[in-house]
């Protein structure tokens, strides 16, 4: 008889076991250990509490990471990861852990629920869209190796992109025109500008405060999931016009090894969104040299980002579709 209990009535040894047995044969490798498995949990907010494992007997069989938050003025869930040993594949293990995941969100007050699956697991989609969720976009996994292309002197030159005013200097003869784009690097202002336009270096919360930031999309890439995020804001006249989230990621040394663009946006109304949006794009990735490069989670429905980053040498490496749920009163029948 299939039971199913908390994550937090488990051991972290089981945890790892139906982690690991879980994601067999799965599309990516997944495997962990305690230390990695406790990593997640912290850095992508996924709750003990709202996570569940099911048990046959004693022996974990099937598990669903679960992670509940605000986003927007709503209460948000996110399903972190299920998987069931191949033992127990196609007996409804799954079935039951999405069945009691939705309880938990409904008990919690959750108002929408989302998930991804990768477009080629065609069952867990089937399973999924049988439970109520519907498939709002495509997301897209891109990645670029380093090269010292498209953005000044490669890192360990001995030179320097200099400071963002620098950077954003009008092109010549031209007076609060097109800014020339560069890399943001470690220790350069936290503020430039030049003419109409205005960039300013912050936290991830920093565009997660502005008027036009979406709440609701994939749970990896929204700012309370970058503890060491950054954000690029550009402003135009004053008023934000478009931001950029991302994060640069260190090997143990400190040196630089890679740059991951989580997000790019622009203001709906902006009388000028490509120069903002390559403004951003090219500040945020350009001039870091041999680094590796990463844009997760980039919906399909933004072609305007996804093409300037084809221009820039990214290729996509994996689809996933996103799927929420609405877990109203009106959503609930």
Same mark, same amino acid.
């Given at each position: 008889?299939? !039971? ?7 051991? %972290? ?18 495997? &962990? ?27 974990? @069989? ?30 409804? @293990? ?32 089937? =399973? ?5 969720? !519907?498939? *709002? ?18 890192? $360990? ?6 400071? =963002? ?21 470690? $220790? ?7 003419? *109409?336009? &205005? ?26 999931? %970058? ?10 006249? $004053? ?9 640069? @990621? ?16 622009? =203001? ?8 903002? %949006?390559?403004?951003? @794009?090219?500040?945020? =990735?350009?001039?870091?040299?041999? !680094? ?42």
């Amino acid at each position: 008889m299939i !039971v199913i209990r908390k994550l937090s009535e488990c051991t %972290l040894d089981q945890a790892v076991q139906v982690w690991n047995a879980g994601f067999s044969g799965y599309l990516v490798d997944m495997t &962990t250990n305690p230390d990695a498995f406790m990593t997640r949990q912290a850095y992508e907010q996924l709750s003990p509490q709202h996570s569940i494992i099911a048990f046959d007997g004693e022996q974990p @069989v099937g598990f669903v990471l679960n992670g509940i938050r605000m986003a927007g003025g709503r209460k948000i869930s996110w399903n972190g990861g299920t998987g069931v040993i191949p033992a127990y594949r196609s007996r409804g @293990v799954g079935r039951k852990l999405i069945e009691a995941s939705l309880d938990i969100y409904r008990k919690e007050g959750v108002d929408t629920a989302t998930i991804e699956a990768f477009t080629s697991n065609v069952p867990a989609i089937a =399973l999924y869209e049988s439970k109520g969720y !519907v498939t *709002r976009d495509t997301l897209l996994v891109l990645r670029k190796t380093g090269g010292a292309e498209g953005g000044g002197p490669a890192e $360990g030159t001995g030179e320097s992109r200099g400071a =963002l005013g620098d950077a954003l200097l009008p092109a010549a003869g031209e007076s609060g025109g097109l800014p020339n784009a560069a890399a943001v690097h470690a $220790g350069g202002p936290a503020n430039a500008s030049a003419g *109409r336009y &205005t960039l300013r270096h912050g936290t991830a919360r920093d565009a997660g405060l502005l008027p036009f930031y979406p709440a609701l999309g994939a749970w990896r890439v929204h700012w309370a999931s %970058l503890t060491a995020g950054e954000s690029l804001i550009m402003f135009e006249d $004053g008023k934000p016009a478009g931001y950029a989230l991302y994060q640069r @990621v260190y090997e143990a040394s400190g040196k630089l090894a890679g740059v991951t663009l989580y997000q790019c946006e622009v =203001l709906q109304d902006n009388r000028d969104p490509e120069t903002v %949006l390559r403004t951003l @794009v090219e500040t945020v =990735l350009d001039g870091y040299g041999e !680094v590796s490069f990463s844009a997760p989670h980039i919906p399909s429905s933004r072609t305007d980002l996804l093409r300037l980053l084809e221009e820039k040498g990214f290729q996509t490496v994996h689809e996933l579709v996103w799927m929420t749920r609405d877990m109203t009163e009106e959503g609930r029948a």
